[in-house]
C-alpha cells in the first residue's frame, strides 16, 4: 500500500458521502412533490430529526466551505427567522399534526449570531409547531467570537442540551491565511461559560490542510484543543473547492501544503488525540470513553448524515432553511438555495423543497453499504442479507470482486464480511467510492479524499 501512488490516482479526490447519491446527483426536479407526500404520510408514532440552517455569519473566513452569506447587518437575519418560522408552520400544516423531535440541530452558518430575542422567538415557534420533550437533543454551531451574555441567555432559552465550537486553528499565521482571528483565551473563556450555563456536551471542530500550517502548528493546535476537554472533536481535512467557492481564491496555492503532507498532518493529529484517550469514531471525529457517540459506534448504531456522523437513529431528518437538505429513508430533498428566493417561498406559505431524488433499488443497497463502510469500516453479508433479501447477492459478489481486484491493497473480503483493512482507515472514502455507481461519468469534482 503506498499512500503517494494512491492519493496520485483518479481516485485521490473522492465525495465525503454525506448521503448517497451525493447531492450534486440529486436531479429530480420536482422535489417539492417528493417532500410534500413524504411529510403528509409520516407514521404517527414515528419521531423525527430536524435540521434548521441559519445561513449568515458576521465574518468570512476564507477556507469556508458552507452555504453562508457575510453579513454585518441584522437585519436581513431577523427577517431570515421570520420565513424559518413560517416554514416549521407549513411543515405542521402539511404533517397534519406537530411532529414529535428526537434531535434538532441548528447549524449554518454561524447561528450563534442571533440575538437574544431571536432564540426566544424560535424557541416558542418549535415548541409550538413540533413536539419538544425533554428527551429532544437540541444542539448548534457556534462560532466564539459572536458569543455574549445575551447569546448565552438565548441558548438557555433556546433549550440547547450540546454545542459544537468552531476552532480550526490557534497559531496566528494560519489565522491570518483564512482571515480567521480567534484567540485561545477567547475560546477557552467560551466553553468555560458554556458548561456554566448547563450545557455539558460540547464538540470542537479543528482543520488540517489549511495554508501555512505546520507539524509544530497543527500538534500545538490539537494541544490547546485538548486542554480544553471537550466531549468530541471533529478533525476535518480542509476542502479546498475554489470552482465552488469563489472566497477561497483568497487563500494562495503555494501556502497549501502538498497531498503527502496533508496525509502525515492528519495521521499526526489523529494520533495525538487518540494518544490523549479519545476514543476513533469513524474517519475524523472523536470522543470521550463514555461518550454516546463512541458507544454508538462501538454498537454499530453509529450513522451518517448531511453534518457527518451521528447518534440519530431516525429515518425521516427535515432540513429547513436556505440549502438545507432533508432526508425520508428512500428519497433526499435540497431546498431552495438563494435566500431571498427561498424567503419568497416559504413566506406564500409553500415548503422550499428544489430538486430531490428517489431512492432506486440499488440506490438504497449502495447507500447501506457506504454508510456502513464510512462508520464502521466494514459490513457483513448476512446483515445485507437480511436487509435486502435475496436482492443483496449481486452486491456480495461485487464486494468480493472489488477486493479481489483492489491494486491499491485497501481491503479484504471474507466469507462474510467485507472489510477495509486498519491500515487503510485514512483511504476509506476511496473504499467507499468503489460502490458508488455514480462516480464514473466524470461531471463531477471532488476535495481531496484524504
Ligand atoms: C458552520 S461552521 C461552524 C460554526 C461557525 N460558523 C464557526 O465557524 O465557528 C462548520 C464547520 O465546518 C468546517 N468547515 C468549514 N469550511 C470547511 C472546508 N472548506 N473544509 C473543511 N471543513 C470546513 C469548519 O471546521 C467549521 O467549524
Ligand atoms: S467557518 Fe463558520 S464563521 Fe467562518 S464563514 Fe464559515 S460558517 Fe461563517
Avoid at 249 to 271: K, N, Q, V, W, Y
Wanted: with cysteine; glycine share 6%.
Amino acid at each position: 500500500m503506498d499512500a503517494e501512488t494512491i492519493l496520485a490516482s483518479q481516485r485521490g479526490s473522492v465525495p465525503r458521502y454525506t448521503s448517497y447519491p451525493t447531492a450534486p446527483h440529486f436531479t429530480d426536479q420536482d422535489g417539492l412533490t417528493i417532500a410534500r407526500s413524504r411529510i403528509e404520510s409520516l407514521p404517527d408514532d414515528e419521531a423525527i430529526s430536524l435540521y434548521l440552517h441559519v445561513p449568515f455569519c458576521d465574518r468570512l473566513c476564507w477556507f469556508c466551505g458552507c452555504h453562508t452569506k457575510h453579513t454585518l447587518k441584522y437585519a436581513p437575519v431577523e427577517a431570515y427567522l421570520g420565513a424559518l418560522i413560517k416554514e416549521m408552520a407549513t411543515v405542521r400544516a402539511t404533517a397534519g399534526r406537530r411532529l414529535r423531535l428526537a434531535q434538532v440541530h441548528l447549524g449554518g452558518g454561524s447561528p450563534s449570531m442571533l440575538r437574544q430575542p431571536d432564540f426566544i422567538r424560535l424557541s416558542s415557534a418549535l415548541r409550538r409547531e413540533f413536539e419538544v420533550d425533554d428527551d429532544t437533543e437540541i444542539s448548534v454551531e457556534i462560532d466564539p467570537s459572536d458569543v455574549t451574555e445575551e447569546t448565552l441567555e438565548g441558548l438557555v432559552a433556546l433549550g440547547v442540551t450540546r454545542a459544537s465550537v468552531g476552532v480550526q486553528d490557534f497559531s496566528e499565521a494560519v489565522q491570518e491565511a483564512i482571515n480567521r482571528p480567534q484567540t485561545f483565551e477567547q475560546t477557552r473563556d467560551v466553553i468555560t461559560a458554556l458548561r456554566a450555563t448547563g450545557i455539558h456536551s460540547l464538540n470542537i471542530d479543528a482543520l488540517y490542510g489549511l495554508p501555512l500550517q505546520t507539524e509544530e502548528r497543527l500538534v500545538s493546535t490539537i494541544d490547546q484543543v485538548l486542554s480544553l476537554a471537550p466531549d468530541r472533536i471533529a478533525l476535518f481535512g480542509y476542502a479546498h473547492v475554489p470552482w465552488l467557492k469563489k472566497h477561497q481564491t483568497l487563500i494562495r496555492d503555494e501556502d497549501l501544503p502538498g497531498t503527502m503532507e496533508r496525509f502525515h498532518h492528519a495521521a499526526l493529529a489523529a494520533d495525538r488525540i487518540a494518544a490523549a484517550g479519545y476514543d476513533r469514531i469513524g474517519i475524523d471525529h472523536f470522543a470521550k470513553p463514555g461518550d454516546t457517540m463512541g458507544i454508538a459506534a462501538r454498537e454499530g448504531r453509529l450513522f451518517r448524515n448531511f453534518q457527518g456522523y451521528t447518534t440519530d437513529a431516525c429515518r425521516t431528518l427535515i432540513g429547513l432553511g436556505a440549502s438545507s437538505i432533508s432526508s425520508y429513508g428512500d428519497a433526499y430533498v435540497q431546498n431552495i438555495v438563494p435566500t431571498s428566493q427561498y424567503e419568497k417561498t416559504v413566506l406564500d406559505g409553500r415548503l422550499s423543497a428544489m430538486r430531490g431524488v428517489k431512492l432506486t433499488l440499488d440506490d438504497r443497497i449502495r447507500a447501506y453499504i457506504i454508510e456502513r463502510l464510512m462508520c464502521d469500516f466494514a459490513f457483513s453479508f448476512d446483515a445485507l442479507e437480511e436487509k435486502f433479501g435475496y436482492a443483496a447477492r449481486p452486491y456480495i459478489a461485487e464486494a468480493r470482486l472489488v477486493a479481489a481486484n483492489d491494486r491499491f491493497g485497501l481491503c479484504d473480503a471474507s466469507s462474510n464480511r467485507f472489510a477495509i483493512r486498519d491500515e487503510a482507515r485514512a483511504f476509506t472514502r476511496i473504499v467507499a467510492s468503489f460502490f458508488d455507481a455514480y462516480l464514473d461519468n466524470g461531471t463531477v469534482r471532488y476535495s481531496k479524499a484524504v
